[in-house]
């Protein structure tokens, strides 16, 4: 959450420039390890919110605060990390499949792009949830189950949105108030893109 005056626009060669040095970091690797290692845990932790069918995973918030740190790049190699790691530690109860592999990356991306050194807002969370829970969690991940399980995109498709959609404003809450408290106490400026550490 390194935010300085001038903000090169997502689709600058600078941006992507600037994205790709955080490999060289070796705070921001050191980090992006243990926001993998928070993630696998978590990820294996849900809570349940209503039975068996509505639970929230909050590793969300671990892969958030790390890709808006160390931008969509490192986040990209983050998310395969966590997704290939943690099936392997764990298995998430699912059977190994290339497709969620693609959608961790992709969620790496977006929470990159949306969130690397650029201000936390209300309206820039709610358009990430939407991407994640929509584009990846219902669109894709139907895709991912229909394939895997065999009842058809339009029952998970259904089923997922309505899951999504309940979480997605505890989800944008719980969000604004992780990335504000790391904003108050400098964990960037002070731990990852201080001048001993760059």
Known sequence: MQINK????????????????????IRVLAFAGLVCAMAIVLESMPIYLLGQTLKIYFSFLVVGLGCACYGPVVGMLAGGVIDTVGFLLAGYGEPYFPGYLLTAVLSGLIYGVLLYRRPVSIPRLIVLRLLINFGNNVALGSVWKA????????YYFTTGLVKNA????????????????????ALDKKYLHSRRGS
């Open 166 to 185: 309940v979480l997605l404003p505890l989800e944008v809450f719980l969000m604004w108030m992780v990335l504000r408290a790391a904003d108050r106490w």
């Open 147 to 154: 394939m895997l399980y065999g009842k058809g995109y339009l």
């Open 6 to 25: 001038y903000q090169p626009s997502v689709f600058s060669a600078a941006y992507w420039r600037a994205a790709a040095d955080e490999l060289k970091n």
